[in-house]
């Protein structure tokens, strides 16, 4: 279950002024990923599926990571983008 703060960071992001880059989109979808739903189990996107890959890659990377500890780790990180983009 996502706390109130972390959904409020989820809106806020998605409604930012300026796009954030690849990056940081991607760390935040794992991030938001690995919150919602925990370890990524699903099956690896083919090859030349690039987006799919890496946002795949990105939820991965963070596997073993607790729901809890990814929920803090992107609303610190929202935080900073809300900062840097609006």
Request: no cysteine.
């Given at each position: 279950?996502?706390?109130?703060?972390?959904?409020?960071?989820?809106?806020a992001?998605?409604?930012?002024?300026?796009?954030?880059?690849?990056?940081?989109?991607?760390?935040?979808?794992?991030?938001?990923?690995?919150?919602?739903?925990?370890?990524?189990?699903?099956?690896?996107?083919?090859?030349?599926?690039?987006?799919?890959?890496?946002?795949?890659?990105?939820?991965?990377?963070?596997?073993?990571?607790?729901?809890?500890?990814?929920?803090?780790?992107?609303?610190?990180?929202?935080?900073?983008?809300?900062?840097k983009?609006?």
């Open positions: 279950m996502v706390s109130a703060e972390f959904t409020e960071k989820a809106d992001v998605s409604n930012l002024t300026t796009r954030p880059n690849d990056d940081e989109l991607l760390k935040l979808y794992g991030l938001y990923k690995q919150a919602t739903v925990g370890d990524n189990t699903t099956e690896q996107p083919g090859v030349f599926n690039f987006k799919a890959k890496y946002k795949w890659q990105a939820w991965k990377d963070l596997e073993g990571t607790s729901q809890e500890e990814a929920e803090q780790k992107y609303i610190e990180y929202a935080t900073e983008l809300i900062a983009y609006n």
